[in-house]
């Protein structure tokens, strides 16, 4: 299963984006997903994480009440609707997927399949 990442772009600071992950065979009913994002010389960090049937998610503290996610119109795409966003939000966001578990958490370590990322930019 491959994911691909979309939604990226420029936006000022205050402003809205949605990212979307969509795999390339297979739906996300079957698996728990997350997204990730990196900054230039940071580590990469979890952002937010949704369980198998959607009821479960579960978010850094850093996007908590200004970020959501959830599972698309359609079982095969999930959406990160990132609001009020800060510069300190740009980064380069990954969607993720563990291989074998329902895992929606942090540990990145506990994700196999990730998307190619997208470039999310906030300007002050």
């Known amino acids: 299963v491959q994911l691909q990442a979309s939604g990226g772009g420029l936006v000022q600071a205050g402003g809205s984006l949605s990212l979307s992950c969509a795999p390339s065979?297979?739906?996300?009913?079957?698996?728990?997903t997350a997204w990730f994002r990196q900054a230039p010389g940071k580590d990469r960090e979890f952002v937010a994480g949704?369980?198998?049937?959607?009821?479960?998610?579960r978010f850094a503290d850093s996007v908590k009440g200004r970020f959501t996610i959830f599972r698309g119109s359609t079982e095969h795409t999930m959406t990160l609707q990132m609001n009020n966003l800060k510069p300190e939000d740009t980064a380069v966001y990954y969607c993720?997927?563990?291989?074998?578990?329902?895992?929606?958490?942090?540990?990145?370590?506990?994700?196999?399949?990730w998307g190619q990322g997208t470039q999310v930019t906030v300007s002050s």
């Open positions: 993720a997927a563990p291989r074998g578990s329902y895992y929606s958490g942090p540990n990145k370590d506990a994700y196999y399949f």
């Open positions: 065979e297979g739906a996300f009913s079957l698996v728990s």
């Open positions: 949704v369980s198998r049937d959607g009821r479960s998610r």
